[in-house]
């Protein structure tokens, strides 16, 4: 009931390509759908965010895209950078409870 | 504005030793919570803390592990008699009252010997 699915695990995308990450999620609770980035060594940043009251969420080459009937959302990352090179995780909250759950993880590799 | 802080950056203890993690939240944030990193895993909810408070403690291991955030002073996640299974990241995050968003701090990393 808690889990959140991501995939893929790993992804390697070309510069200037789209880089795709899914998640899925079992609990209807969930409020608020935030994406993290992680780089080795260093703490998890908040990217972006989105509710299920809207259906896309967009800044700057992130996108978010929500699916709330499915119970699905993905991250777009356009024109990838060699820059983008990171670990994503997305994450559910619920209204009522203030933890995140997090996905496993999807390591991204953008080469030059 | 100084982010959520950690410290130790780095943490070695020998099977059985006390392992002391510190955590100092953004200035004017009041909740704080910790996260565990297992190696190539993602971030698994532990505890999370108020003032003075542990307002949900579910993730945490029943024992010889323990969290406080005192009036004064940055909250501390002890860990009492480590084990090598306890090897991980550890991380804090702060939010101010009635933000969705948490700030998480560059982490600690416990190796057990």
């Known amino acids: 009931q808690q889990q959140v699915k991501q995939s893929p695990q790993s992804l390697i995308v070309q510069k200037g390509g789209i880089s795709i990450i899914n998640c899925a999620y079992e609990n209807t609770a969930f409020d608020y759908f935030p994406w993290y980035q992680q780089f080795p060594g260093k703490g998890p940043a908040l990217l972006i965010a989105?509710?299920?009251?809207?259906s896309e969420k967009k800044e700057g080459r992130f996108t978010i895209s929500f699916n709330k009937s499915a119970k699905q959302f993905s991250l777009h990352i356009m024109d990838s950078q060699p820059g983008d090179s990171a670990t994503y995780f997305c994450a559910g909250q619920e209204a009522s409870g203030s933890r995140l759950t997090f996905g496993e993880g999807t390591q991204l590799t953008v080469n030059p | 504005n100084a982010g959520v802080m950690q410290n130790p950056r780095h943490l070695v203890r020998r099977r059985g030793q006390e392992a002391r993690l510190r955590c100092s939240p953004m200035k004017g944030h009041s909740h704080v919570y910790w996260y565990r990193q297992l190696p190539e895993e993602g971030l698994k909810f532990m505890v999370y803390l108020q003032k003075e408070n542990i307002i949900d403690e579910s993730g945490m291991p029943k024992e010889r592990f323990s969290a406080e955030f005192p009036k004064e002073g940055p909250s501390i996640l002890r860990i009492q008699q480590v084990v090598r299974g306890d090897s991980a990241a550890y991380f804090c995050?702060?939010?101010?009252?009635?933000?969705?968003?948490?700030?998480f701090g560059p982490g600690t990393r416990l190796t057990v010997l």
């Open positions: 989105i509710r299920p009251d809207v």
């Open positions: 995050a702060s939010s101010p009252t009635g933000a969705r968003g948490k700030f």
